[in-house]
């Protein structure tokens, strides 16, 4: 509480009302506040088991916050400089007990989450920059790099048990079945890669899509798997059928940079917008809006154990949180009303801008003000 002093007559008043405040319980919210970075973060991850967040930034410095509802309880656990250049990608360990990092310097580190400390580290681990790391279990991870070189790593041998180069461009995302024996990898070159981990054996690429492909998550009980683009479409494959796309679903965005899925059939993207759609797969619909950073491009998005709750950071240096609850709940029906092209997003959340009819409206006129304020500044 910040100290009340005053002189004179006002003594007693200011007293009674420091008591009161002190006496008054937090006020809780729907989402936790956002989290106010030193510098943008390229990527965020949430425990499996807590309310606990890890960031890295363009600085390589990765921190360690825990989140709560309640008002004013955010709290900086720890925070870890080991990498010398930006910190590309963080990841937490299945048993939630270690944080895997990776950088731009082409380091890996694998951290303590109890208390950041830096447990191991394989400092020339690519002979590229590092972009992606995925846990498959407690002790193997993979990581992809920006000259399509994906490895996989043995924590108990401390070494590497598969290494291939099958893409020509940067490895942007990767996403594992549930019994962790086939990788999939997208890629810059428009690409899908598919590789047997249990066999430690590449198995093929996908024909080459438009734009780059940015992210991949597995759907409909690992039936379908999704891949975002570039361009702003998203891929679909079946999983028996990685050689060519199945179906694709454009949406008015200008990029799909990153996606999580949120139950069987929903998706959440981030853009270059700076709008969080919700998208439904199959049948192919955007749901509306969940949230957004004004103007800003979204790097990653990370969802909460229980699903209620979404994270997303972008360039303003804020992790922000969403109120993902009412997605679980929404049917679409393979009927599809006539809408008229171009109309405005729903708000799926009371923190998505506008109430839907006037959501573009309101982000307008958020990014006039924020022109606004950046012309009449002088700083960069």
Not at 74 to 90: P, Y
Not at 284 to 296: F, I, Y
Request: charged share 25%; hydrophobic share 35%; glycine share 8%.
């Amino acid at each position: 509480l910040p100290q009340v002093c005053s002189a004179g007559d006002d003594d007693s008043d200011d007293e009674e009302a420091a008591e009161e405040e002190a006496g008054r319980e937090p006020r809780r919210r729907d989402t936790p506040e956002d989290i106010l970075l030193e510098a943008a973060a390229n990527a965020i991850a949430l425990h499996p088991a807590r309310a606990v967040l890890a960031a890295g930034d363009v600085d390589g410095d990765v921190y360690l916050y825990s989140y709560s509802c309640v008002e004013g309880e955010n709290r900086e656990l720890w925070s870890s400089g080991h990498h010398l250049k930006s910190c590309r990608d963080v990841a937490f360990s299945l048993d939630g007990q270690k944080l895997l990092t990776v950088s731009k310097d082409k380091s890996i580190h694998v951290l303590t989450v109890e208390e950041g400390r830096l447990e191991t580290r394989f400092s020339k681990a690519h002979s590229s920059a590092l972009n992606c790391v995925l846990p498959i279990n407690d002790h193997v991870f993979a990581t992809g790099d920006d000259g399509g070189m994906l490895k996989v790593w043995d924590l108990r041998k401390g070494a590497t048990v598969l290494e291939a180069r099958q893409h020509e461009e940067y490895i942007s995302a990767m996403a594992v079945d549930s019994n962790g024996k086939l990788l999939l990898t997208a890629s810059g070159d428009g690409t899908l890669g598919v590789f047997n981990i249990k066999r430690r054996r590449f198995e093929l690429l996908s024909e080459p899509q438009n734009g780059d492909l940015t992210s991949v998550v597995l759907l409909k009980r690992g039936k379908k798997v999704a891949c975002g683009s570039s361009e702003g479409t998203i891929y679909l494959f079946n999983w028996d059928g990685f050689g060519a796309t199945s179906d694709r679903f454009a949406l008015r965005a200008e990029s799909i940079d990153c996606m999580v899925p949120i139950t069987e059939n929903i998706v959440c993207t981030g853009s270059l917008d700076g709008v969080i759609r919700a998208v439904n797969v199959l049948p192919n619909r955007v749901l509306g809006c969940v949230g957004q950073h004004t103007g800003e491009p979204i790097e990653q998005l990370a969802v909460a154990p229980g699903g209620q709750l979404l994270a997303s950071c972008a360039h303003d240096q804020k992790v922000k949180f969403w109120d993902i609850s009412s997605l679980a709940s929404i049917v679409v029906d393979d009927y599809r009303k006539k809408k008229k092209k171009g109309g405005p997003l729903k708000a799926l959340s009371s923190k998505a801008a506008g109430s839907g009819e006037d959501f573009f409206a309101d982000l307008r006129e958020e990014l006039e003000v924020a022109q606004e304020a950046a012309a009449g500044s002088d700083s960069d």
